[in-house]
């Protein structure tokens, strides 16, 4: 079974930097599509970024495009969230999650559709 780590969070000022990881293991999907999420008190999910094995593609919320840049590392089962310019609006707990086939990111996320989820890691921006 798939499992799923998140790391890197943590308490940081407005304007600065973290870059959080999510290590995968149990994979062993041909195709497959991995996402952050992130949710803040009192609010819904909400997808952050997202990269396809489909097509290569990325994809990221207009909330956090040219701020967010996300990157995968195969040899390590491993895929980052660099984080930069953080907002206090950007204080949530982050989610890496995946499915576990063919699947394209400029789809729109129902809430459903994601197979597996690690267990969050709280980002907090102090103003």
């Known amino acids: 079974e798939v499992q799923l780590v998140e790391s890197g969070g943590g308490l940081v000022q407005v304007g600065g930097s973290l870059r959080l990881s999510c290590a995968a293991s149990?994979?062993?999907?041909?195709?497959?599509?991995i996402g952050w999420f992130r949710q803040a008190p009192g609010k819904e999910r909400e997808k952050v970024s997202c990269?396809?094995?489909?097509?290569?593609?990325?994809y990221y919320s207009d909330s956090v495009k040219g701020r967010f840049f996300m990157s995968s590392e195969n040899a390590k089962n491993t895929v980052y969230l660099q984080m930069n310019s953080l907002k206090p609006e950007d204080t949530a707990v982050y989610y890496c999650a995946v499915i576990g086939s063919s699947w394209f990111c400029s789809h729109e996320y129902e809430g459903n559709e994601y197979d597996y989820w690690g267990q969050g890691t709280q980002v907090t921006v102090s103003s």
């Open positions: 990269i396809s094995s489909s097509d290569g593609s990325t």
């Open positions: 149990g994979f062993t999907f041909d195709d497959y599509a």
